[in-house]
């Protein structure tokens, strides 16, 4: 959500509010001997231990990008971890991630490549999105569901790697059988190897005859859906609530744009000089393929190439920053000008935030408020990054106490009952902060109306001194709808799905706001 106001009698002129849509060390006790000889031979003498067991440990025969993979994938079920490798660490992000197939796996592979690292990203990443066909088709060619339900973690995550290279990848079948059952007998056992053999090849022979164990979309609604969701690998409820509201088509068209490869997008850091013309310069010299964004002056489409990107220091040298267009509209949407304060009311991780303080251009102040110290930390260096820490006051809070917080967690049915109505007393707080004559943007990265369009109808029921204010003079006649809110569709526009509402405060306390 965002909230904006102009400046006048109250403290605050804009306010914004956004909501987003989841090592030890050691030291030896010191020596009572000093000398310089005598510590380096100690550390000569640890080295040399360290890489002898390294040499000892590493397996050449074992692919790294799927031991890696395998590894990650644990993690991320173990909540560990993420589905990614993008870090501007470059070879240190590598290491990492070979230190933690050792403690997992018990040894190491070969170094991983940049081709790797991608790979990495790629099967992780693939495997996460499409975990529900997967896991169907596993159970499908198991002789027994006890057999699926039992699995061992480590199994199951070789399994589903080898089922995504060879139904998704399209990667040589018996490339991958060979590779992932050598896996499996390292890492596990012959016995293991053994099975992921006889399933793998099970499926290449499916595949190949083009008879797949699918479920089909037939019967009632609720069948129809549970079968939409094995093969669009989606929630259940999910696929029910999107085919109610827009349709089984377009259901289906909104679940491929959320499996397809990821889509970045770049917004060159204006706060430090830079023009849209120098950030595509610099991409032109990566070779990161690119282009315009058609509806954002300031931004840059990147489809692949992002890792090359933040190993070139681009994003750490504040040239630009990663983020989607859908946010840069609602910016828009809040309009800041100079000489205004803004208060993004739930401000981590801060990419608004630091978008909001760019466009006062050095006249104003935006108040960051949010509730997780961590991530405000990291808003607080990044926007020194783009010379905007001046424009930007951090205040580690729970709105709340000023009149709520980030809304994070895994959605189900049952929580986005609970979030409508955190919502509701979010927007009702923030509404307190605004002075009369003041601006509120709503704002969320849903396309769900039961989130957007109904929140702000219960709201106005509520708080009639507030009225709809057009977005029209803000953002691209595409993005308007006929009641003059915000609203980015990933089908349509090629972005994230959001929605933004734009309200104003009545002068007159005693009288009900009117449209703009």
């Known amino acids: 959500m965002a909230i904006s106001l102009p400046s006048s009698s109250s403290p605050f002129s804009t306010l914004s509010l956004s909501r987003k849509p989841l090592p030890f060390s050691c030291s030896l006790p010191k020596s009572p001997i000093k000398t310089k000889k005598f510590n380096a031979r100690i550390i000569a003498y640890k080295a040399g231990l360290k890489s002898k067991q390294r040499i000892q440990k590493i397996n050449e025969e074992v692919s790294p990008h799927r031991a890696v993979s395998a590894v990650r994938l644990l993690r991320i079920e173990q909540g560990g971890a993420f589905a990614d490798l993008l870090s501007d660490k470059g070879r240190g992000a590598a290491e990492n991630e070979m230190a933690y197939v050792e403690r997992t796996l018990g040894f190491r592979t070969r170094d991983l490549e940049d081709r790797d690292l991608r790979l990495v990203t790629d099967i992780v990443g693939g495997a996460v999105r499409w975990r529900r066909l997967l896991d169907h088709l596993i159970l499908s060619l198991c002789h027994e569901e006890r057999t699926f339900r039992e699995m061992e973690p480590l199994l199951l995550q070789i399994l589903r790697i080898g089922f995504f290279e060879i139904v998704k990848l399209a990667m040589p079948p018996y490339a991958v059988v060979d590779e992932n059952v050598r896996l499996a007998k390292v890492a596990l056992r012959p016995g293991a190897g053994n099975m992921v053999n006889g399933i793998l090849r099970k499926l290449v022979l499916l595949k190949e005859t083009n008879s797949l164990p699918l479920p089909k979309i037939e019967g009632d609604a609720r069948a129809q859906a549970r079968a939409l969701a094995v093969i669009h690998s989606h929630p259940v409820w999910m696929v029910r609530r999107w085919t109610n509201f827009l349709g089984q088509e377009e259901a289906i068209k909104l679940m491929n744009w959320n499996n397809g490869d990821p889509r970045f997008c770049l917004r060159v850091n204006t706060s430090r000089g830079y023009t849209r013309t120098d950030l595509v310069e610099k991409l032109e010299m990566l070779k990161v393929p690119h282009e315009p964004s058609p509806c954002m002056d300031d931004f840059v489409r990147v489809q692949t190439g992002l890792q090359t990107v933040i190993?070139?220091?681009?994003?750490?040298?504040?040239?630009?920053?990663?983020?989607?267009?859908?946010?840069?509209?609602?910016?828009?949407?809040?309009?800041?000008?100079?000489?205004?304060?803004?208060?993004?009311?739930?401000?981590?991780?801060?990419?608004?935030?630091?978008?909001?303080?760019?466009?006062?251009?050095?006249?104003?102040m935006v108040v960051a408020i949010?509730?997780?110290?961590?991530?405000?930390?990291?808003?607080?260096?990044?926007?020194?990054?783009?010379?905007?820490?001046?424009?930007?006051?951090?205040?580690?809070?729970?709105l709340r106490l000023y009149s709520r917080a980030d809304l994070r967690w895994n959605r189900s049915l049952e929580d986005l009952e609970q979030l409508m109505d955190l919502q509701d007393e979010l927007l009702h707080a923030a509404s307190g902060l605004v002075k009369p004559g003041g601006i509120l943007v709503y704002s969320t990265c849903s396309i769900d109306p039961e989130e957007n369009e109904e929140r702000i109808v219960t709201f106005l029921r509520r708080h009639p001194e507030f009225a709809i204010d057009p977005v029209d003079r803000y953002v691209p006649p595409d993005f308007t709808t006929k009641e003059g809110f915000y609203r980015s569709s990933p089908v349509k526009h090629s972005i994230d799905g959001s929605f933004a509402a734009r309200l104003v405060r009545s002068l007159n306390p005693e009288k009900p706001a009117t449209k703009k």
């Not at 961590?374 to 905007?388: A, M, V, W, Y």
Request: with cysteine.
């Open 311 to 364: 190993q070139a220091g681009l994003l750490r040298e504040g040239v630009c920053s990663v983020q989607d267009e859908s946010a840069g509209l609602v910016v828009s949407v809040v309009d800041p000008q100079p000489g205004e304060t803004i208060i993004d009311c739930c401000a981590a991780p801060g990419g608004k935030t630091l978008y909001m303080a760019s466009r006062l251009r050095g006249q104003g």
């Open 370 to 398: 949010d509730v997780n110290k961590g991530r405000l930390r990291i808003l607080k260096e990044t926007s020194k990054l783009h010379n905007l820490d001046g424009a930007i006051t951090a205040i580690h809070s729970d």
